[in-house]
T-cell receptor, first 113, second 113 residues
Framework: KAGVTQTPRYLIKTRGQQVTLSCSPI?????VSWYQQTPGQGLQFLFE???????NKGNFPGRFSGRQFSNSRSEMNVSTLELGDSALYLC????????????FGPGTRLTVT | QKEVEQDPGPLSVPEGAIVSLNCTYS??????FMWYRQYSRKGPELLMY????GNKEDGRFTAQVDKSSKYISLFIRDSQPSDSATYLC?????????????FGPGTRLSVLP
């Protein structure tokens, strides 16, 4: 069974640009959640989608947004990039909406210059 | 004060040792507790989860939650070099991710052969 896949794996952007990251969940999983991991702030929860609806959201500015498609694939968008947005962005999928059942992908390393 | 504090590490132990990893938290609404293991350049993987107070054992791993002290622990018995990783505690107020899903900063563990 294929795991969670994230594309691209590495990305370099310039301050002020916007970026879209993609996450393909494990087949049959309906929940996708997104996280930001930095050395300073650690792993932080961004938001979670279940059956195309955003159910929960962490404490991030509105520049961070996401969506989920009918096939459960999800995208995360960051607008007006700042240097502090440089991070590893992880997504995780779960069959149900339980936080216990999530499997993480390998992440997308975003560098903002 | 951060919402979740974790023993900073890094922690280095000989193979076969018993390892104790600990987190403290401040939000009494947390009911769902998790431990994740993250190998270098990989996404986290869920090791153990518990609901409310009590102990849970799975092979060489034991998770303990003391809600009265706002303290959770993960014990690893007969530690192996393959246990070398960063361990993250996580907690939330609901099993569907909730309104406040937070992670500790992580403890890096090295098990020396």
């Amino acid at each position: 069974k294929a795991g969670v896949t994230q594309t691209p794996r590495y990305l370099i952007k310039t301050r002020g640009q916007q970026v879209t990251l993609s996450c393909s969940p494990i087949s049959g999983h309906r929940s996708v959640s997104w996280y930001q991991q930095t050395p300073g702030q650690g792993l932080q929860f961004l938001f979670e989608y279940f059956s195309e609806t955003q159910r929960n959201k962490g404490n991030f500015p509105g520049r961070f947004s996401g969506r989920q498609f009918s096939n459960s694939r999800s995208e995360m968008n960051v607008s007006t990039l700042e240097l502090g947005d440089s991070a590893l962005y992880l997504c995780a999928s779960a069959r149900t909406g339980s936080v216990y059942g999530q499997y993480f992908g390998p992440g997308t390393r975003l560098t903002v210059t | 004060q951060k919402e979740v504090e974790q023993d900073p590490g890094p922690l280095s132990v000989p193979e076969g040792a018993i390892v104790s990893l600990n987190c403290t938290y401040s939000n009494s609404a947390f009911q769902y507790f998790m431990w994740y293991r993250q190998y270098s350049r990989k996404g986290p993987e869920l090791l153990m989860y518990t609901y409310s107070s009590g102990n849970k054992e799975d092979g060489r791993f034991t998770a303990q939650v003391d809600k009265s002290s706002k303290y959770i622990s993960l014990f690893i018995r007969d530690s192996q070099p393959s246990d070398s990783a960063t361990y993250l505690c996580a907690m939330t107020d609901a099993d569907n991710y909730g309104q406040n899903f937070v992670f500790g900063p992580g403890t890096r563990l090295s098990v020396l052969p």
